[in-house]
């Protein structure tokens, strides 16, 4: 009898540690889960600031360039697509039109010397500036993140306890095609 005892607290025991390590597993990954999504909205955070200041951008370039509609149409496209986008995979390909589109209006803005000595332009080229660095801070950070997590739901014996919890692979931030190419800089012009 004391034999049996002895063995089923054992067993009951050895239980209470397995699932006390599952409990903990479980909750290391939401939490990992929870940091991935919240390094996500501090890059939509910024990509929405981003968003907040082409309109005056764009309103102030036109102000020198009112000629020069089809780049306002397309910025205005693309920043649309950037709002209303919902996934993470959407929000990444109307960030990289919206950059190619602010790409092609700082381009623009090379033909307009007054334009570039404007107090209001300079202004919102600063804080658009400052948007682009928090921007790659954010989805530096958001990355980091995802590297984490992904990794904590890979390894052993993790992973068991991800698939049995339905835990899945978070996309990475990757950068635009147009990022491959070195920039030219050409003071001749």
């Known amino acids: ?56 951008l764009v ?23 950037l709002i209303n986008s919902s996934t993470v995979e959407d929000k990444v390909k109307a960030n990289e039109e919206l950059s190619n589109a602010l790409s092609r209006l700082l381009a623009i803005v090379e033909n307009y010397p007054d334009l570039k000595a404007d107090q209001t332009f300079i202004t919102l080229m600063d804080e658009l500036s400052g948007t682009e660095n928090r921007i790659a801070v954010a989805r530096k950070d958001y990355n ?23 835990f899945e692979e978070k996309p990475y931030f990757k950068a635009e095609a147009e990022a491959q190419k070195v920039p030219t800089v050409d003071f001749s012009k």
Request: hydrophobic fraction near 45%; charged fraction near 25%.
């Open 1 to 56: 009898m004391k034999r049996k005892s002895r063995v089923l607290i054992i067993i009951l025991v050895a239980i209470a540690f397995v699932l006390l390590y599952l409990f903990s597993v479980y909750n290391s990954l939401v939490k990992a889960e929870e940091n991935v999504k919240s390094k996500w909205s501090q890059v939509e955070n910024q990509l929405q600031r981003r968003a907040d200041l082409i309109p005056n």
């Open 59 to 81: 309103n102030t370039v036109k102000g020198y360039a009112k000629h020069e509609k089809d780049i306002f149409e397309k910025l205005a496209e693309a920043r649309s697509k």
């Open 144 to 166: 980091d993140a995802v590297r984490s997590y992904n990794t904590k739901i890979k390894v052993f014996p993790n992973v068991i306890i991800a698939r049995m919890f339905g």
